[in-house]
Each structure stands twice: as C-alpha cells, then as structure tokens.
C-alpha cells in the first residue's frame, strides 16, 4: 500500500490533498509489451517488426540504455506465452534488466502485473518507475533526462505530454461533426510517465483495466500529474503509415551522428 502522505483519502467536498515529497529513490524503467498492436497489421505484433535494422521494441530499449547509469533496473513486460520476444531482443536481458512474462489482456494489468514484479524483485514502494510504451521507438535519452530532472522532487510524477496544436472536433453518428472543443488546454498524452511505484500500483488496483495510461489512475485517486513537453517525434507508431515516417527518423538520426 502507498504511504498515507502520498495517497490520501479525498475529503467529501472534492479536495484532495497533495502528498508531500519524498527523499530521492532509485529509479526504474518498466516497458509494457503484450500488446497484440492489431491497429498496425503486419504477420506479428508491432512491437516486433524491424526498422532501421533492428526491431522495433530493441529501439525503444537502447533508448533507456543510453542512460543505463541513471536506473536501478529495467524491465521488459510481455505476455506469459510470447514466441518473438527472444528473437527482437537476442541481448536481453542483461545485468540489470528484466524479462517479465506477466503481460495482462490490457495495458493497465501488464503494468500492474509487472510492478508487482519489480517489487518482488526488490523495488521500493517509494522508488520511482518510468513507465514506456514499446511502440514509442523515437523517444530520446534528452526526453527522459527532461521528464526525470522535472518529476524527480514531485510529490506526485508526471508524464511527456505535447499540446494539442490541431482544432479538435467531436464526431456525431455518420462521423458528422458535432462540435469543436477548445484546444488551448488540451494535450496530448505521451511515454514516459514518471510515478512512485508504491502509488502507481495502488492507483491501478484501484481503478481496474479501465484506464488508458497511467496519469489517468493518478488522476482517479484524485492527485494531478505534472505535464513536461515532449516532441512530436515521440509518436506512438499505431498505424501502418507511421512505420515509414519512424524508420525515416531512426534513418536520420543514424545518418546525423555518421
């Protein structure tokens, strides 16, 4: 269970306190990778399918590699009977690192099935996770360093986020338009999202598999993640289109540091 000061109860007017911070803990990165990615196509999951030489996940990890130094582990979640997890990533696990086959239906039970792991593994309840989706290969070490430097003294986390840039519209039946929403306060929610791992997995027992990301268990038990600006090259691939448009940037970074 989570701290009292960190998760307490909201009062019956609404009011939910802040948690104050902790002392520094170590960090964890933890990258959920069960999804079947249907959205994608293609013979096996999106997760597994090559860009740039390499797959697509093995981008994603060497992303958190990059910064080995700043975590205290890093694990990968797939689910209990994954066939192509060994042949995507053929150098992991190594020291430090974690295959976990505890991967859930949804996003939010492969996040709490792989906490509960970490913390079998000697996670701290008050030691921070990083929380990545496998399919946002183009996220950068400067990315998490900024999430990091602005989450780490937080009483709460936070996430990457972009602001919405395009005017927003809501579809009626007939995909008619119905109304366009304001943007001014919109964002666009993005990897990583940076909790206590005692909080976050509380937050998720809570709220069940119905949430979508990780912030938004948060925001159930009544506390308000920090948003830190992200990139729009930290897209989630999703669609087959957006395998091209990620192996041209994977293809120019590789060609820039040449």
Not at 34 to 46: D, F
Request: hydrophobic residues 45%; positive net charge.
């Amino acid at each position: 269970m989570v701290d009292s000061r960190m998760a307490a109860p909201c009062s019956l007017a609404g009011r939910c306190p802040v948690p104050e911070p902790m002392s520094s803990s170590r960090l964890f990165v933890l990258i959920p990778c069960a999804g079947s990615g249907h959205r994608a196509g293609g013979a096996q999951p999106k997760q597994y399918q090559r860009l740039a030489g390499a797959s697509l996940v093995a981008h994603t990890v060497e992303a958190f590699r990059a910064l080995a130094g700043r975590f205290a582990g890093l694990a990968v979640v797939v689910a209990p009977d994954d066939r192509d997890v060994q042949a995507a990533l053929p150098r992991f696990p190594a020291t430090g690192e974690f295959l976990l086959q505890v991967g859930g239906v949804t996003r939010a039970a492969t996040v709490r099935n792989g906490l509960a792991a970490l913390r079998q593994k000697g996670a701290g309840a008050h030691d921070w996770v990083l929380v990545h989706d496998a399919a946002r290969c183009l996220v950068t070490s400067s990315q998490i360093e900024a999430l990091i430097a602005a989450c780490e003294h937080d009483a709460v986390g936070g996430l990457l986020a972009q602001r919405l840039a395009d005017t927003l519209k809501v579809s009626s039946a007939g995909s008619r338009v119905s109304q366009t929403l304001p943007r001014a306060d919109k964002w666009l929610a993005q990897t990583p999202q940076m909790f206590r791992i005692g909080m976050l997995l509380d937050a998720l027992e809570r709220t069940g598999d119905a949430v979508t990301d990780e912030a938004g268990a948060i925001e159930a038990i009544g506390l308000a993640p920090l948003l830190v600006p992200g990139s729009a090259q930290n897209f989630k691939v999703t669609y087959p289109e957006d395998f091209a448009l990620a192996e041209a940037v994977l293809l120019g970074r590789k060609k820039a540091r040449a």
